[in-house]
């Protein structure tokens, strides 16, 4: 998260992102209100105007951009920087904008037409930051030449040159008396200047890495400063001393800001956190989050007051659904828990782990009622039946298994599908069963007798997700190649081909009305669909990551979604807002390279015994230019043990559990000094 700010009436939080979006969010609950799109590249900066009624905002494509805060709509694409636009504002009035750039250049526009009223040239290297003065009649400017200019807003006039940093000046801000001028740079200081004489006032020392923000509180007493060092800084304006160190972010602070009644201060960091803390006190007030890891199902139980989700921690958690509490954690497998649901009346929960396992808990204590053995490899998927007197369940061993939900013994292991098998799901009135495969189809089962009923083609890629329509006539299903299809149960014909994901499909639903289908995928996304036209009704976005599970509540008047980012989201179905972000799943353990070194494999002699359970984290340090780089290391997750050198060129996620690389940088990947020794040179052997 590289840039944030406060609206003036302190109610939202205007944030930017390495993901090319504009986020609005609800300062008091950390709702997301809106999420605004058109930048093609990160977005470095973002600022309200004073009235609130628009957002400016920077980019890596070279435009700034002006947004209708209220309805998120463009309003203005300002074009004429050379290079990515490292830092915006509006003047006090609103009626300008002003811009800085890696082209060197600071520009001033007209905010109402676009048109570029002044171009301020003197730098000599990339602008990092700019501002107005509270009157509008200066603008400060900071830059990786290491020097803070002032200028004439309405000559473009340089005014003064402010030089003593010895590293590259991040950002700049005016004191709302205008009297001073705050810095904070590369060399790891603040700095405060006289505006009028450029003279040193304070320099500000206790940061132990690059200093990324800085502002004034409007009173004019405090300072706030952000750094790489994971920390932000409160300093007494007056005597340079340290107020507070305010701790929480788990990596590189980029920007801060003061509400309006200097009570809060918001700070963005790139642990993909918005962070609100009193800043009286320091406490963190709230933690915003759309992106971070891992939750690989969920779903609502009937009465819609409580949700399940399983995740990669190993783990299960119960949630009160209005609350976003976290009820019950159900820990017994020792493997990813990949499905989870709810029995009907709401007394047990199945799940399904990379255990082999199906487990049977109870919903109110906790406790495991039965373990259900007999699949052997991963369990992908399970459901009850309606009655609840039967549990199915898919299997990477290409079987679908029926249990008795009691007893837990094998009523029926029905095979026909010739690769893995995830989905499964019963028909409503519990007579018929359909599986989802890596075979790429849809069968169709009797669910007392186990014969084969249909095999429905169409999809060109692995199925992800099936399910039944409430009346049983039409079954949706979901999959790898980026599509939804709609299928008449009775003769197996496709009704629908719903196109409009750009990745992977993960899990569909019905609506109890059949009127809508809801449907995630890895391209982040939930959306709602009308199931009569095809036609997409809703795009939810607020995952950072890949979107696993999807469900509508029994009423139909709420959605929810389990992520990659390792939140559950709860939205409301018909304006698709965010009600709920309920967190609590932990990191994922393991580390795997192209699925031939899987950590969880006992049987595995390549690796070494103390390795078993860990992850891989990608090294980072900033560039010369102050971008987050990766130096090439994979690291395990504390960062104490390096594992092995990728090439930095390798697009990896940050951090993950599986390692997957093209064949043409197996022969780039270095084990010298590598913790995990050399004998994981096997791992890439064909």
Sequence with gaps: MFAVAFSSDDRLIVSGSLDKLVRVWDASTGETLKVLEGHTDYVWSVAYSSDDSRIVSGSEDKSVRVWDASTGETLKVLEGHSDHVRTVAFSSDDSRIVSGSADKSVRVWDASTGETLKVLEGHTDHVWSVAFSSDDTRIVSGSKDKSVRVWDALTGETLKVLKGHTGYVWSVAFSSDNSRIVSGSSDKLVQVWDTLTGETLKVLEGHTDYVRSVAFSSDDSCIISGSLDKSVRVWDASTGETLKVLEGHTDYVYSVAFSSDDSRIVSGSDDKSVQVRDASTGETLKVLEGHTDHVWSVAFSSDDTRIVSGSEDKSVRVWDALTGETLKVLEGHTGYVWSVAFSSDNSRIVSGSSDKLVRVWDTLTGETLKVLEGHTEYVWSVAFSSDDSRIVSGSDDESVRVWDASTGKTLNVLKGHTDSVGPVAFSNDDSHIISGSHDNSVRVWDASTGEMLKVLEGHTDYVRSVAFSSNDNCIVSGSDDKSVRVWDTSTGETLKVLEGHTDPVRSVAFSRDDSRIV????????????????????????????????????????????????????????????????????????????????AADSNDKSMPTQWTSLRYIRQKTADSSGYPTHTGWLLSPQGEHYLMFVPPTAQLPDSSNILTLPKSYAASVDFTSSALGSEWCNCFSS
Excluded: M
């Excluded at 996304?525 to 009569?532: L, N």
């Design 519 to 598: 449907s995630g995928s890895e391209d982040k996304s939930v959306q709602v669909w009308d199931a009569s036209t095809g036609e997409t009704l809703k795009v939810l976005e607020g995952h950072t990551d890949y979107v696993w599970s999807v469900a509508f509540s029994s009423d139909d008047s709420r959605i929810v979604s389990g992520s990659d980012d390792k939140s559950v989201r709860v939205w409301d179905a018909s304006t698709g807002q965010t009600l709920k972000v309920l967190e609590g799943h932990t990191e994922p353990a393991a580390l795997s390279v192209n699925g031939r070194c899987a």
